[in-house]
């Protein structure tokens, strides 16, 4: 049987800036910071509006479950490639992707 006490960590400013010092954490946040911000927005978004996942797939006019594979797609790296293509049209022109849910 494992002892071991959970300890949670606190992810707070500091955490975060510890983890970004470290060059290759930094580098693979550098790169999928259109990805975060993506993310972010949606799940901003969702929580603005008090729902839940089945709430929003239902008004959808879809399961819940897919609701929560694209929310999860972002952040498992399985992310649409219609936004990858964006990103890299983006850069292509000199921008930058920036989606707003308004």
């Given at each position: 049987m494992n002892n071991?006490?959970?300890q949670p960590?606190?992810?707070d400013a500091a955490f975060r800036?510890?983890?970004?010092s470290n060059p290759a954490v930094k580098a693979d946040y550098d790169a999928n910071i259109t990805t975060?911000?993506?993310?972010?927005?949606?799940?901003?978004?969702?929580?603005e509006a008090g729902l839940t996942q089945a709430q929003v797939a239902e008004r959808m006019g879809?399961?819940?479950?897919?609701?929560?594979?694209?929310?999860?797609?972002?952040?498992?790296?399985k992310h649409s490639s219609s936004i990858d293509t964006l990103r890299k049209y983006a850069a292509a022109v000199g921008k930058r992707l920036e989606v707003r849910l308004v």
């Amino acid at each position: 049987m494992n002892n071991d006490i959970y300890q949670p960590v606190p992810h707070d400013a500091a955490f975060r800036e510890q983890l970004l010092s470290n060059p290759a954490v930094k580098a693979d946040y550098d790169a999928n910071i259109t990805t975060y911000a993506i993310l972010d927005e949606i799940l901003s978004a969702r929580r603005e509006a008090g729902l839940t996942q089945a709430q929003v797939a239902e008004r959808m006019g879809t399961k819940a479950s897919a609701v929560a594979r694209l929310e999860s797609a972002l952040v498992s790296g399985k992310h649409s490639s219609s936004i990858d293509t964006l990103r890299k049209y983006a850069a292509a022109v000199g921008k930058r992707l920036e989606v707003r849910l308004v």
